[in-house]
């Protein structure tokens, strides 16, 4: 296998855009099985990558893992070639979408619980309010007797929601989208590799800080916020009961290991929980102007009168 050397010998790492096609992010190589005019490594992402052990501090892979044949090895050929404490930049389809669901072109499937199996640390990192819906107290999912080679840590999850849904808080998103389809369309993951020890101080640092990302995520989160006049397209008053069940029991969980960052006002928790009607979006009543009578009504008024027969006019067929 060719690799690629020469950087890390002098002290720096590489930034590696795996799948870029015609968009790679500035000042990263870029890899793709096609020749775009932006790839740098024309590479088959389903086998070995061309590059050394600890050799990359960055990778971006935007709308890519989507389409690898098995995803375990891919993700352990990414964990082998970054140095400790280099940063991983997922996107992604989300899952929970039906037509991403019937898409034949798409292997891998994506959603808030997949980084629970990209490592065994038992600690959240990410606010767990977008993990209502679980059964295991562990952020890790993968078998305690397995063993795995890699070891990712969620630093920042972020969602990315149909404009229908412009007009619901923070909260009301969250228990919208883990509770039903079509809500929203794509999720991306900031993870860090970790080889070695890392304590709790240097976690809360790498999680704070911003890290590269695509121009089409700042122009879609930005086309989001602005569409908030949009009126909300289901009720969720009459699941209230249940969406404080759900916080409730969450809170009696095992709490993150590093702070994790406050809110921002805008994300700040309502006063009452909001849950989604899984049934049918509420419609807005028509109103119907007084010089006009509704389609298919009959008014009570002026009942239809039933047509009466000429007893003079002939049956056909009848004799005199």
Not at 279 to 288: C, E
């Amino acid at each position: 296998m060719n690799t690629v050397r020469g950087t890390k010998k002098e002290g720096l790492f590489m930034r590696i855009d795996l799948g870029c096609g015609n968009q790679k992010l500035p000042g990263c190589i870029g890899i793709d099985c096609f020749p775009y005019d932006a790839v740098d490594i024309i590479h088959d992402m389903n086998e070995p990558l061309p590059f050394e052990d600890n050799s990359v501090s960055y990778i971006m892979a935007s709308h890519s893992l989507q389409y690898v044949h098995h995803l375990q090895p891919v993700l352990e050929e990414i964990y082998r070639v970054c140095k400790h404490g280099a940063i991983v930049c997922i996107i992604a389809p989300y899952a929970h979408v039906t037509a991403h669901m019937a898409n034949p072109h798409f292997k891998q499937f994506f959603n808030e619980h997949s980084p629970r199996y990209w490592t065994q640390d038992p600690h959240y990192y990410v606010d767990q309010e977008e993990y209502l819906f679980r059964q295991h107290t562990s952020w890790s999912l993968a078998e305690a007797e397995q063993e795995i080679i890699m070891d990712f840590r969620l630093l920042h999850l972020e969602f990315f929601y149909f404009p229908l849904y412009s007009a619901y808080d923070p909260l009301e998103l969250s228990l919208l989208r883990q509770s039903q389809l079509n809500v929203a369309y794509q999720i991306m993951y900031q993870l860090v590799v970790i080889k070695e020890e890392i304590s709790p101080e240097e976690l809360t640092y790498l999680k704070q800080r911003s890290w590269d990302e695509p121009e089409y995520v700042s122009e879609q989160r930005l086309s989001f916020q602005n569409e908030r006049e949009i009126e909300k397209i289901y009720y969720t008053e009459h699941l209230a009961m249940l969406g404080s069940q759900v916080a409730e029991s969450s809170h009696t969980e095992a709490k993150p290991t590093i702070p994790v960052e406050p809110p921002s006002p805008s994300s700040s928790k309502p006063d009452s929980i909001s849950v989604p009607n899984a049934r049918k979006p509420a419609r807005k009543p028509k109103r119907i102007s007084k010089n006009k009578v509704a389609p298919l009504l009959r008014s009570k008024k002026n009942p239809i009168k039933k047509r009466k027969l000429n007893p003079k006019k002939k049956k056909p067929g009848s004799s005199r």
